[in-house]
């Protein structure tokens, strides 16, 4: 559709077009409200001048005033009522798009689209300035004319404001760039004008209040009569219509039209029609009602449902409002016998799991009640229970879920994550002068679904909502940004994020230069290690799998440990963020149920994740795990995530996985005897791994990648000793002691510790035996002392202080 057959359409809408030339919006509204408080004046000025003699001329006066006011007011107001009759009429393509082209200068349609109301608003949602629209509109280039524009990428004959912005940036290249330059893509241009067109509605939508949804807020009079009375339930109960769930639904009722629509056919029913709710979460069972409360409100439930009255059962306060337990169970029998006579009730029981053990702990089984209520068809409940109350309490109890349906609601996806914070962000900056960009919402909602795992996705989004709102007021910021959530995030996971800082940037060119300074003879290892790790902190990275995973490959005692150590302490800042597991230890058919619990114990791996959810996980001698373990960190690897023995997600996207292995260390020893590179025997390696058994190909394929270590040569071995010893100068510094490093010292540590099957792990067992062993002793005999340095000489086949 070209601009010209877009302009053709305004006709179907020309008055209310009209209207907004002549006077816009914004200034009838002002208007509107000055003669509003002229009118109050002038109704006051009626009412005190009776009071006054001889000011009979000040009454004509008054009411004169008034009622030019009240009739100028009025006119306005039909006026508007004409205008929201257009603004809402189904031409097929949205009213500010019509608007835009009837205003629209024929030779430059960007600059009256970025001037327009929602345009100029889209952009600071984009966090693009008044100032930098200035700039963009004195010094661009390409100019888009009506000739040239049409909408592209449009299947029917609807067109939206998002449809019209997204084909603009087609044909401009300058207004491409500009969005660019602040880092947003064509799909998040088009996703912001989506999210301002929905409030421009949404505020529309509030001022028709000749509506079903807004009519039937306000209590009829007599509605009620022709259904019997439920003053019982109303003491220990009240309308969904009067619960926070629906007063704060907006237009999130849209994301679970699919769920209303299954639980619309389950009441509709002849027999049975009662539903078990079920969600991580109950107040997103209690917003699933709110959202079947509102296709009701707006008549677009089947006629079986339609004029239902949905109440919430208080069940805490039946509970707790009777001691005796006879008089709870008259309470409720009288409520559900109410409910079943008044004919038009669907009762809602929240936490319906803690409602059935609480009453039971009482002495009360309501289990019984509650069945002979849900025998009669003129009665319909919807029982709300979060996932864990429902496996523990309810599942197993089959003469109760007989009566049920059950319908398992899962949590959000990302896209509606999206516009669930989107509508929960315009209520936060209803309270506070601040206001979020797209890329802030987006990266709040990125943030949530990659570093909390622990609740919803709706209440991990809500709660840094929340937290960066107020952490942006208490700075005195206005907008919000991408870079504000990311600090926020960062201080609670300890996890770099957001944009790079000097130091970050320093420190991340220098990794692989980090890493080599502790981990000696690996030089190919690290490099392939420090690239994977750089792509992950720029995000470049897959988000949704872990912020690294290798499979290290090489005999004993050659760095891998160290290396994963010293991964630990360049990323994350602190080698104690590494967790170890022995994975010889998990080689029997139970191993997956050790690791990731039961219902009724908690899994090793996932305890370990939970408490510290970000470093570095290591998992030695990886190859003699059981096939089923191999299986679950398939899954890890792919996904990021697994489900513990419980149900819950377990999130490892913050996690580097190293996996080791001594598997092939004998094709490996061949290699180097015969001077062969091992980068040229890495396929021969995996070949090897593959051939026999110990690894399948889609397995090793899910790694960042699979990094063989060499063999440590006599050099190697020397450096590793004098790092050693400089560690060990470190632990004694506050003794105030010093080892002399010398090339001797060096020289006989190594051909002490030297073996070919350990490579340096026997090292370790030397500096023990040989330096602190000695020192100590010297301590004790007062042979040294604070201050003192430390000397070691050859003496026969051994060393001793002097």
Do not use: C
Request: hydrophobic residues 40%.
């Amino acid at each position: 559709m070209n601009f010209y057959e877009l302009k053709r359409k305004d006709n179907d809408i020309f008055p209310a077009l009209l209207l907004e030339k002549i006077l816009p919006k914004g200034k009838r509204k002002i208007v509107r409200k000055i003669l509003y408080y002229a009118m109050v004046v002038a109704f006051f000025g009626v009412f005190f001048t009776l009071f006054i003699s001889e000011a009979s001329s000040m009454i004509f006066m008054f009411r004169a005033l008034f009622i030019i006011f009240f009739s100028v007011w009025f006119t306005l107001y039909l006026f508007e009522l004409m205008y929201l009759s257009y603004y809402f009429k189904d031409t097929k393509i949205d009213f500010e798009v019509l608007k835009l082209v009837n205003s629209s200068e024929a030779s430059d349609i960007t600059k009256s689209f970025v001037n327009s109301e929602l345009g100029s608003y889209a952009l600071i949602r984009l966090g693009i300035t008044g100032e930098k629209i200035k700039e963009f509109l004195d010094n661009r280039t390409d100019f888009v004319t009506e000739a040239e524009y049409e909408i592209i990428e449009n299947n029917d004959d609807e067109v939206t404001f998002a449809e019209f912005g997204q084909s603009l940036v087609h044909f401009d290249s300058d207004f491409l760039k500009l969005l660019k330059e602040h880092g947003v893509t064509v799909a998040d241009f088009k996703e912001t004008l989506e999210w301002v067109s929905r409030i421009s509605k949404r505020i529309r939508n509030s001022e028709r209040w000749w509506t079903n949804d807004r009519l039937l807020r306000f209590p009829s009079i007599g509605k009620s009569w022709s259904f019997g009375q439920i003053y019982y339930l109303d003491r220990f109960g009240h309308s969904i219509y009067t619960d926070p769930s629906y007063y704060h639904l907006g237009d999130k009722w849209r994301l679970h039209v699919e769920t209303v629509n299954e639980m619309e056919n389950i009441l509709g029913k002849d027999d049975g029609g009662n539903i078990m709710l079920t969600s991580r979460e109950t107040d997103t069972g209690m917003s699933i009602v709110a959202s079947l409360g509102k296709e009701i409100v707006n008549g677009t439930v089947s006629p079986k449902v339609e004029g239902k009255r949905i109440y919430v059962l208080d069940v805490n306060s039946l509970i707790f409002s009777y001691e005796d337990r006879s008089q709870f169970e008259i309470m409720l029998q009288r409520i559900l016998q109410q409910s079943a006579n008044a004919g038009d009730v669907i009762l809602v029981i929240p936490h319906f799991s803690d409602f059935i053990e609480n009453s039971s702990g009482e002495g009360t089984d309501v289990k019984d009640l509650l069945t002979e209520a849900m025998s009669s068809t003129r009665i319909h409940i919807i029982a709300i229970s979060g996932k864990k109350g429902f496996h523990e309490i309810l599942e197993t109890d089959i003469d109760l879920m007989k009566n049920f349906e059950k319908i398992t609601i899962e949590d959000l996806t990302e896209d509606e994550a999206i516009e669930f914070v989107q509508d929960e962000a315009q209520i936060i900056e209803s309270t506070n002068e601040i206001l979020f960009t797209y890329q802030s919402l987006k990266a709040v909602v990125n943030s949530a679904t990659r570093y909390f795992s622990e609740s919803s996705l709706s209440d991990k989004a809500m709660d840094i909502l929340s937290e960066v709102a107020n952490n942006v007021v208490s700075k005195g910021k206005v907008i919000i940004t991408a870079e504000d959530v990311s600090s926020i995030v960062e201080a609670k996971t300890g996890v770099p994020l957001g944009v790079l800082t000097k130091k970050e940037k320093e420190k991340l060119s220098k990794i692989e230069m980090l890493l080599k300074q502790r981990v000696v003879g690996q030089d190919k290892a690290i490099e392939s290690i420090s690239e994977a790790m750089k792509r992950a902190r720029l995000g470049i990275a897959n988000p949704k799998r872990p912020l690294g995973s290798f499979l290290f490959v090489g005999p004993t005692g050659v760095g891998k440990t160290e290396t994963s150590k010293a991964l630990a302490e360049t990323f994350f800042d602190d080698e104690e963020t590494i967790m170890r597991i022995d994975m010889s230890e998990f080689n029997s058919s139970d191993s997956v149920s050790q690791l990731i619990g039961t219902r009724e114990s908690v899994g090793i791996l996932s305890s370990k994740i939970r408490d510290k959810q970000y470093g570095v996980l290591l998992l030695d001698e990886f190859e003699k795990a059981h096939p089923d373990v191999h299986n679950l960190f398939l899954q890890i690897l792919d996904e990021g995530f697994f489900s513990d023995g419980q149900g819950e997600k377990v999130n490892a996207r913050n996690l580097i996985i190293i996996a080791t292995s001594n598997a092939g260390s004998d094709l490996m020893y061949r290699a180097i005897e015969k001077n062969v590179n091992l980068q040229g025997i890495k396929e021969k390696v995996i070949g090897y791994l593959i051939d026999q058994k110990l690894f399948r190909p889609e397995f090793l394929n899910r790694f960042d990648d699979v990094v063989l270590f060499n063999s440590l040569s006599k050099n190697n071995l020397e450096l590793i000793v004098s790092l050693m010893i400089n560690k060990l100068n470190k632990r004694l510094e506050d003794k105030g002691l010093d080892i002399k490093n010398t090339p001797d010292l060096v020289s006989y540590l190594v051909s002490k510790g030297t073996n070919e099957k350990f490579g340096a792990r026997e090292m370790n067992r030397v500096i023990q035996k040989e330096l602190e062993t000695k020192i100590a002793d010297a301590l004790i005999m007062g042979k040294v002392s604070g201050g003192d340095t430390i000397s070691f000489i050859k003496s026969g086949e051994d060393i001793k202080i002097v």
